[in-house]
């Protein structure tokens, strides 16, 4: 169907036409839609937002069409090129203009200002550029007092703010954040906005210079700051905003304490930010009533002292890295219920933890790793029935696991790594908690031997219950944690947490995801999780005995692999060269005995491998990238041989240990003879040198271990000559 001439849809009546969200594509359907709808004289709103829609012609069919449109609607589309001059030529009675989340490019035109009817402009979130006063020159601004909103926000615009800005005194909202602006924004730039209610100006370099008397002519309830010079002194001229619900003041140069009038002017907020930060000194425990439970992000000060228990009002509370030094007790906090998301971790909060959980109920995440809490886990966590991570690690708790802690059956992280904890490791974690994603007991007392029932918790990929005290044998039933035979994230919870109230979405505020410290490749990182990827078994520095179950093998997921440090024996069964993503893999330090099996070379991903200090036998394998590995990985066996040793093995006949001369060549006359082809065949050319000595190398085994033995040295002189 190519046109619609003479369809009763579309009658000269038509005045509204929605078409959003219709997997619209640039086709001959669509331009004969708005061509023949714009032919309708009394059509005044055009919808197509939420499409596909890519082609300029789309603007095009639009400019060529007898229209008195006063609404069009085109965001979340891929429309690229310029901004058209059409706008500015035929659309006369234009009032409503949505063009964000498209890809358009170009600078912003200065016609928009010429359009005497226009009240609402929206060009957010494309790839516009220039100066942002190239808006404001050539233009007569005829609509200055009928303009609203304008969002110029995540575009690429430079440039100082215009005090021509102020032309605009009926602006109601002006979002300029996510752009690359600078210099000094004063009260000439603000005071003619006497009617403005969302102002946002974060992730620039812009520098507010307001003098300290200041009295705003509005009153926000949207104020967003964020990365701009807003210190070093808290702002007084804040003082006068009663009536603000978001403000975002992070990352803004902000030093000293905050004043008290501040903290009693909150009761109207839900969004909060002034994280990262240098504000000081204690939190006055006032009292205010904070009516919608809001999301308080105060983390990366330098606050101090008690926790105020009026924060516990909030439904996110994120205090990390302060130096709080004390939690007060939640039995009187009756408005604590709003609590989800409660983050102390990085403080000095010392004691024990408090013993009233069931009035933080409706936690969903609580993190108090890195304090210097004590004592005994209370039994009374048993009642955060909706929790989805607990993390304690790197605190002073002991005693056992209480067993109102199998009511987590919603739980996703359990992280209580470096304590003092003991015991053995309650079965009721793989039966209650089936959930778990990651698990830490790493660094505790626990003994014993490590429970079957593990094995049930099928969207498991981190597991470590390292340095610990752990006997007895590896369960064989380890096949069954089901994520670790898959790639890729497997589990069905992710811990991130965006932002959205009142249908707003805060592009400017970081969302809150949920951090984890794990040791990969020998050192430890700390991790966002959100999808986690990384799929880890980590059982080192205990007591474990008997053999590596071959079982293992069918964990085609995992990416790490740590058993080094225990008193296992026996052979390396073959199935581990199943491990196809291995990249780490320590069996370092244990009884193990026989020969490596030749099908862990062929573990095309596997860049850190240590096997020493057991009872290996043999050759080590020289397939593929194995050559690589050198003798750390393999020393402290004294039956192994081959080239990483620089030891050769019995039955090799006339070959000789390979040492080097002090000038840096090689004493076996073969190696000469080898060498100088290679250089031959770099002089002679890359087609016939280099295949020419690649066919000898693949055919004769004692020259392809010649030539990667030279990649290798090669690269060490590089790396010793650089380094």
């Not at 829609?53 to 589309?77: A, G, H, M, V, W």
């Not at 926790?307 to 909030?314: D, M, R």
């Not at 989805?388 to 992280?415: H, I, Q, W």
């Not at 079965?427 to 908690?433: H, N, P, Q, R, V």
Request: net charge negative; charged share 15%.
């Amino acid at each position: 169907m190519t046109s619609f001439e003479g369809t009763s849809i579309f009658t000269s009546k038509l005045q509204n036409l929605y078409l959003r969200n219709c997997s619209l594509r640039d086709d001959n359907f669509v331009i004969s839609a708005i061509t023949v709808a714009n032919s309708s004289s009394s059509l005044a709103s055009l919808d197509l937002s939420s499409n596909l829609l890519k082609s300029p012609s789309i603007f095009d069919c639009l400019f060529n069409s007898t229209t008195n449109l006063r609404t069009l609607q085109l965001y979340d589309n891929m429309l690229e090129g310029p901004i058209p001059d059409g706008f500015g030529k035929v659309m006369n009675s234009l009032e409503v203009l949505y063009l964000s989340h498209n890809k358009l490019q170009g600078e912003i035109p200065s016609f928009f200002g010429n359009i005497c009817t226009l009240r609402t402009l929206y060009l957010s979130n494309n790839k516009l550029s220039g100066e942002i006063s190239s808006l404001f020159q050539n233009s007569s601004w005829c609509n200055r007092h009928v303009f609203q909103y304008l969002d110029l926000s995540l575009n690429n615009f430079t440039g100082t703010l215009p005090k021509s800005i102020g032309l605009l005194s009926e602006l109601l909202m002006l979002s300029l954040d996510g752009n690359h602006l600078e210099g000094d924004v004063t009260e000439s730039h603000l005071s003619n906005f006497s009617k403005l209610e969302e102002l946002s100006l974060s992730n620039n370099s812009l520098s507010l210079k307001l003098v300290p008397d200041w009295v705003p002519p509005f009153q926000l309830f949207y104020l967003g700051l964020r990365s701009c010079k807003l210190g070093p002194t808290f702002p007084s001229w804040l003082q006068t905003q009663r009536s603000l619900t978001y403000l975002n003041i992070s990352d803004t140069r902000l030093n000293g304490s905050v004043p008290e009038w501040f903290w009693n002017n909150l009761q109207n907020m839900e969004i909060l930010d002034m994280s990262h930060n240098n504000l000081t000194g204690p939190i006055f425990n006032l009292q205010p009533r904070l009516l919608f439970g809001p999301l308080i992000f105060l983390n990366s000060n330098q606050f101090e002292g008690i926790v105020p228990s009026f924060l516990l009002q909030a439904s996110f509370l994120l205090l990390n890295e302060n130096k709080f030094s004390y939690l007060p007790s939640f039995c009187e906090q009756r408005r604590a219920t709003f609590v989800m998301i409660l983050d102390l971790s990085n403080n000095a909060i010392e004691g024990q933890l408090p013993d009233c959980w069931n009035s933080v109920h409706n936690l969903r995440i609580l993190d108090l790793s890195r304090n210097e809490l004590s004592g005994k886990i209370p039994e009374s966590m048993g009642s955060l029935v909706h929790l989805n991570a607990l993390v304690l690690r790197n605190n002073n708790l002991m005693g056992e696991f209480p067993s109102t802690l199998k009511n987590f059956s919603y739980l996703v992280v359990l992280d209580v790594r470096g304590n003092i904890l003991s015991g053995s490791i309650p079965s009721w974690i793989g039966e209650s908690m089936n959930k778990l994603v990651i698990l830490n007991m790493q660094q505790n007392n626990f003994s014993g031997s490590i429970p079957n029932d593990l094995c049930n918790l099928k969207h498991l990929q981190l597991l470590d219950l390292s340095w610990n005290m752990l006997s007895k044998g590896i369960p064989t039933c380890l096949k069954d944690l089901t994520a670790m035979s898959e790639q890729g994230f497997s589990g069905n919870t992710m811990l991130h947490y965006a932002v959205s109230v009142k249908g707003y979405m805060f592009l400017d505020m970081d969302v809150y995801t949920l951090n984890i410290i794990w040791r990969w490749k020998g050192v430890e990182h700390e991790f966002k999780i959100r999808r986690p990827s990384l799929k880890s078994i980590d059982l080192s520095s205990n007591s474990l005995t008997g053999e590596i179950p071959k079982e293992i093998g069918y964990l085609v997921g995992l990416i790490s692999l740590n058993l080094s440090r225990n008193n296992l024996s026996g052979k390396i069964p073959s199935e581990m060269g199943n491990l196809s993503f291995l990249e780490s893999l320590d069996l370092s330090r244990n009884h193990i005995s026989g020969e490596i099996p030749f099908s862990l070379s062929e573990i095309d991903f596997l860049g850190i491998l240590n096997l020493s200090h057991n009872s290996l036998s043999g050759r080590i394998p020289s397939g593929r990238h194995f050559e690589t590995f050198d003798v750390s990985s393999f020393e402290g066996n004294v039956g192994l041989c081959g080239e990483q040793l620089n030891k050769t093995c019995p039955g090799d006949g006339n070959q000789t240990t390979i040492k080097p001369h002090e000038h840096g060549t090689f004493n076996d006359n073969e190696d000469s003879v080898f060498y100088e082809a290679f250089y031959m065949s770099m002089g002679i050319g890359y087609f016939i040198g280099f295949w020419g000595l690649l066919g000898p190398i693949l055919l004769w085994r004692s020259w392809r271990n010649y030539y990667i033995i030279f990649v290798n040295k090669l690269i060490n002189y590089i790396y010793a000559w650089f380094w």
